[in-house]
């Protein structure tokens, strides 16, 4: 007897949103290094939960910055466990799904709220290490992902 439809598309999108946890750590610490090296001033998820709820005190901001960053690279890993063939889900179609996953938010959503210009008008140091770490998201996620069959 086979697994029921629902159980199949809860377990591939709760493997890809833990894999989605563990990529977004991973381009997260990058992020950091980014800042620390001077590439980018602020963030973009502390500059996205300013734009939404200005006037927050730091530590409230910078709290729901990274909770919220952690809830949609899982989320984006969810996406991918269910669109991604379980035996394609490698670096490469990771790299591919983080890229368009930068590319909604940074030439999409973010520059239509006006929360941030469109990449290729933003800051170049932000811009490229956005882009980098979307694709180090990627690739971790597609490795994490990957079918063990």
Known sequence: MGKHPLHTVLAKSLHGALAGVAATAAMSAVMGLA????????????????????????????????????????????????????????????????????????????????????AHHDARGRALTMFTVHLIYGCVLGTLSRSKR
């Open 35 to 118: 800042k620390a090296g001077g590439l980018m001033k602020r963030q973009p998820p502390t500059i996205i939960v300013e734009s939404f709820f200005p006037g927050w005190e730091e530590p409230t901001r910078n709290a729901v910055a990274v909770l919220s960053h952690v809830g949609y690279g899982a989320g984006a890993g969810a996406v991918y466990g269910l669109v991604c063939v379980p035996t394609n889900r490698n670096s490469l179609t990771g790299a591919v799904y983080g890229a368009l996953v930068w590319a909604g938010g940074y030439e999409g959503w973010l520059p239509w709220l006006n929360i941030l210009p469109p």
